[in-house]
């Protein structure tokens, strides 16, 4: 099919692409990235597509965070340019395959291998321990927790995907888990964190054992996973002992989006989920 230029909405093939494509569950795991930042998070994403690429622009962290459907690095490249300043860090999530198409795409600054953990087994034999629901009153403390293992900052958002837990140590958050992203077919549990003072205690395990049963308690269908680096040994056999079963490697990979003169010219973009005009290529 010919490419007649990226377009900046998301178009009726795409979005025929996505529901169709997302009634398969371990595709959905693969893209779920894409999927998030074309569909539920979408207000706070650029998005430029045409028939042969489709890249998102997620603008509600540090550095932005692209994902892309597609097998063309030159136009993953180029695309990109319409979406961040040329010179821009960016993260990417992404399997074997599309690793590949980022490496020929970008300047490769770090790769970082991570497991997808995905849950098999019984959620009613998982036992939850002291873990409860957390909710927006909770912010500061989950914020204390962050800060004290090292954990990326908290915000409102976090409550907008599904549920939250911890474990109280009087009034000190001693634990938490929350769920990221929550899509039609799968949801990833994540910011997973135990206060130093009060390791060994079993909590970890609780907290992810809560999460599941909330989110299987909501829809039996649903498939649960979390994202657990390759070096974290000991944090892998714990996601094994709950049923959880290593799905595919994947690679957070930082990059450097490149200058005009390699990627093409880029559009101005006006402000994060907003339309803005791309000339057809």
């Known amino acids: 099919m010919e490419d007649n230029g990226p377009a900046r909405q998301l178009t009726p093939p795409l979005t025929c692409q996505i529901e169709a494509n997302s009634r398969d569950p371990d595709w959905t795991l693969v893209h779920f990235t894409f999927v998030a930042e074309a569909t539920t998070l979408a207000d706070d994403c650029d998005l430029v597509c045409s ?10 962290q540090r550095f932005p965070a ?3 459907l597609g097998e063309s690095p030159e136009l993953l490249g180029t695309y990109a340019t319409f979406l961040v300043d040329p010179g821009s860090e960016v993260h990417v999530l992404v399997d ?16 970082k291998p991570l497991w997808q953990m995905v849950f098999r087994g019984d959620p009613a034999i998982l036992d939850p321990g002291p873990a409860v629901p957390l909710t927006l009153k909770n912010l500061p403390a989950m914020g204390v927790l962050a800060k004290k293992t090292e954990n990326s900052t908290m915000g409102e958002e976090l409550f907008e995907h599904g549920p939250a837990v911890g474990i ?16 039609a077919a799968v949801a990833e549990i994540g910011k997973i964190a135990t206060h130093p003072d009060y390791r060994g205690r079993g909590y970890t395990v609780s907290v992810i054992a809560a999460l599941v049963q909330s989110l299987l308690a909501e829809d039996a269908t649903l498939t649960v996973f979390a994202m657990v680096l390759q070096n974290q040994a000991d944090f892998i056999r714990l996601y ?12 957070l990979v930082r990059c450097l989006v490149g200058g005009e003169g ?19 290529m």
């Open 262 to 280: 390699e990627c093409g010219s880029r559009g101005d973009r006006e402000g994060k989920g907003r339309e803005i005009e791309i000339e057809s």
């Open 51 to 60: 028939p042969a690429m489709s890249v998102a622009s997620y603008h509600g």
């Open 66 to 68: 692209l994902a892309f």
């Open 96 to 111: 074997s395959e599309q690793l590949a198409v980022v490496e020929q795409a970008f300047t490769v600054l770090e790769i």
């Open 168 to 183: 109280w140590e009087g009034r000190t958050l001693a634990a938490m888990g929350v769920t990221r992203t929550r899509l």
């Open 240 to 251: 094994e002992e709950l049923d959880f079963e290593r799905a595919r490697p994947m690679y």
